[in-house]
């Protein structure tokens, strides 16, 4: 993980009462406190989180947006720590194959991912003969990413130019960036923009309504605390809004994007660990947890797949 301690307090936040910003219901449950005083290592500032009673959507109430970059404080080798390049490279070609079977344009070779980081994903897919362009907000992981030979712009997704062309990438991958964005049916329109008819967009996210993050739920209410475990609005690694199955798909619907295949998977164990009792018993417990989660194909991720109709209309 990164080293948000020592960064947190450089960052100011913007507050404001919005709707669900998934569906603009204005109906929604308390999940609990998240940041500043609500969280152990006192990171980030404190807001509410809730859930949609409208879509299951999750997000913070009042919303906290930055003012500036929080993500420039730290290192392209800090922020990505435990990920290896090449494994990411890999993975890059892996998608690429499946998006092969998915896509019905033979000849099919530009890729755009958003949020591409140190662009690993994106060299790996260049490697199968793909056009591949990245859109980074850090510019020292852009700068990382375009030794790669990535075509990157140094922009956020709200402003990205890449993102404004009209019916021009085969393939989309939101990797790990939707629950960053702070309107994320405005991206997923954009991204239905930018795909040509036919085209597909792979999405990775996590799942806010895990056995692990209910568990961890009910943990902090076992402890007396009012806190809640989704999300990290204001601290690393800075998720906004949380999606389930059920949020994703009226994302998908609200966009105009049909979807072709949605799977909850595991994925990497973002929990911090800490020493002593209480660090023990939860490391204990989310082992025991990863371990019902896998009998059950329950998971912390999920990975969508969704298309932009032949013919369609948002
Ligand atoms: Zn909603």
Redesign the pocket.
């Known amino acids: 993980m990164v080293n948000a301690a020592a960064a947190a307090p450089k960052v100011e936040w913007r507050s404001s009462i919005g709707?669900?910003?998934?569906?603009?219901?204005t109906l929604y449950r308390r999940l609990g406190r998240r940041g500043g005083e609500a969280h152990r290592a006192n990171l980030g500032a404190a807001t509410w989180v809730v859930r949609?009673?409208?879509?299951?959507?999750v997000y913070c109430h009042p919303t906290l947006e930055p003012i500036g970059n929080p993500y420039s404080q730290h290192s392209a080798e800090e922020y990505f720590a435990g990920q290896e390049a090449l494994s990411q490279m890999e993975a890059g070609g892996q998608l690429i194959a499946k998006a092969e079977t998915l896509l019905m344009r033979p000849g099919a070779r530009k890729l755009l991912e958003l949020g591409c980081g140190r662009g690993d994903y994106l060299a790996g897919a260049a490697k199968q003969g793909w056009s591949v362009f990245g859109v980074e907000m850090t510019p020292e992981f852009a700068s990382v990413a375009a030794r790669k030979g990535v075509q990157v712009e140094v922009s956020s997704v709200e402003t990205s130019t890449l993102l404004q062309r009209e019916n021009e990438f085969d393939v989309i991958y939101l990797a790990a960036i939707l629950e960053h964005v702070y309107r994320p049916i405005e991206c997923l329109k954009q991204v239905h923009r930018a795909l040509v008819p036919g085209g597909v967009v792979l999405i990775d996210v996590p799942n806010e309504c895990s056995l692990r993050t209910r568990l961890g739920n009910l943990y902090m209410r076992a402890r007396g605390r009012d806190w809640a475990v989704n999300l990290a609005p204001t601290f690393p690694p800075f998720h906004v809004v949380g999606f389930c199955p059920v949020?994703l798909r009226?994302a998908l619907s609200l966009a105009g994007l049909d979807e072709v295949e949605l799977n909850v998977v595991k994925w990497r164990d973002m929990l911090p660990t800490r020493s002593g009792f209480w660090g023990g018993v939860e490391r204990l417990g989310s082992a025991g947890v990863t371990g019902v989660a896998g009998m059950i194909g329950d998971g912390d991720g999920i990975a969508c797949w969704a298309r932009k109709p032949h013919l369609s209309v948002v």
């Not at 949609?52 to 959507?57: A, L």
């Open positions: 709707p669900c910003p998934i569906c603009g219901s949609c009673r409208d879509c299951h959507g949020s009226r």
